[in-house]
């Protein structure tokens, strides 16, 4: 197997015990990052490194076992239910926080939509649903509509929204004529119909997904981006500004920086809090108001956790943006700063 840092010799026993993922990119991706004039960052994104077999971690770092539901539905928010619709990607990311389903042929997806449906339609608290995996747009829009089919009855749902990095990966599969008619479908149930990207990195806005998009914006599709933080990727307040600045250029709103998780064979993209926080502060110091939305935020297993600051007093603050429990949504909390951590496990409960 070709690494960044060169050729060796691993057996498929191998891959399995470490949990190397899956390695494909598209050849559309490969054109892009080459030419983006950023291919020395954006490479450690797509291709393997001798590093995964040495990055320490967990394979579920959000606790979506515990907030699974049904087969290939987690309850984690109140309004929120998360489908994992496909364990396939387009191309697969190198950091992955579901490396225990991409590239695999898990059992964690949704097998029946009959059932799920069911579990959303009795609760009428679930406003939005989520599809993810995976990557929903490597399914067929014809798969797709047939998911739709379950969901756009639920009068209680105001939104479908789908997770994707296909508009980074492969962005010409936004032009399947098929696909107006399902956002129409969306429309006409009442519901909005969100695309969530995943750009981590300005050299990823090809020229083709930018079309899209704008085409996508015009048929009444809402944008929003996540990122995630990624040791030499983006590590660097000027290409994350100029990421977001470009995302809203074309309409799309930044939504979240993702802290990079403790994930088994990727904790090595984690940035230390320190270094992530001087990162939050330089982006928003280079946008003006309208695109400085998003959050610098830890998906934790506690809940989604704006990372705020390090206070005079070496502590980080920080404040629950989502949580299970809906009285601790806001309030501001803090720990003692340790060097070097990345995560809220390893900051000391004082
Ligand atoms: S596209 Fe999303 S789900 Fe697929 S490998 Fe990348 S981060 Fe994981």
């Not at 928010?77 to 990607?89: A, F, I, K, N, S």
């Not at 798969?143 to 789908?162: A, N, Q, T, W």
């Not at 935020?297 to 299970?324: C, F, W």
């Amino acid at each position: 197997m070709n690494f960044i840092e060169g050729p060796r010799v691993i057996t498929e026993g191998e891959l399995h015990a470490n949990n190397i993922t899956r390695y494909h990119v598209t050849r559309f991706y490969r054109e892009q990052i080459t030419n983006s004039g950023y291919y020395d960052q954006l490479k450690y994104i797509v291709e393997p490194s001798f590093e995964e077999f040495d990055s320490p971690g967990d394979l579920d770092t959000s606790g979506e076992h515990d907030n699974t539901v049904a087969p290939g539905l987690q309850h984690k928010y109140t309004q929120t239910g998360l489908l994992l619709v496909t364990d396939r990607c387009a191309s697969y990311c190198r950091y992955c926080f579901r490396k225990r389903i991409v590239g695999r042929d898990s059992d964690e997806i949704a097998p029946d939509f009959v059932q799920l449906a069911q579990y959303i339609a009795g609760r009428p608290e679930i406003t939005n649903v989520l599809l993810s995996g995976g990557d929903p747009f490597v399914l067929s829009t014809a798969k797709l509509d047939k998911i739709l089919d379950h969901l756009l009855p639920i009068s209680h749902l105001h939104s479908i929204r789908f997770g994707t990095k296909a508009v980074a990966y492969e962005p010409r599969r936004f032009e399947d004529s098929a696909l107006p008619a399902m956002f129409q479908r969306i429309h006409e149930a009442g519901k909005t119909a969100v695309i969530v990207t995943h750009f981590d990195h300005i050299g990823e806005i090809s020229v083709d997904a930018e079309r899209n998009i704008r085409s996508l914006r015009a048929q009444g599709v809402q944008f929003l981006n996540q990122s995630v933080l990624l040791a030499k990727v983006n590590d660097d307040p000027e290409i994350l500004a100029a990421t977001f600045a470009k995302c809203h250029q074309i309409g799309i709103r930044p939504y979240y920086l993702f802290q990079g998780r403790p994930v088994k064979g990727a904790s090595h993209f984690q940035v230390p809090l320190r270094r992530g926080l001087e990162i939050a502060h330089g982006i928003n110091q280079r946008l003006s108001g309208i695109e400085k939305t998003f959050k610098y935020i830890m998906s934790h297993y506690t809940g989604k956790i704006e990372i705020l600051d390090l206070g005079a007093d070496d502590r980080v603050y920080m404040r629950y943006h989502q949580n299970k429990t809906p009285e601790k949504i806001g309030k501001i909390f803090s720990r003692p700063y340790l060097e070097g951590a990345c995560w809220l496990d390893d900051l000391p409960e004082r």
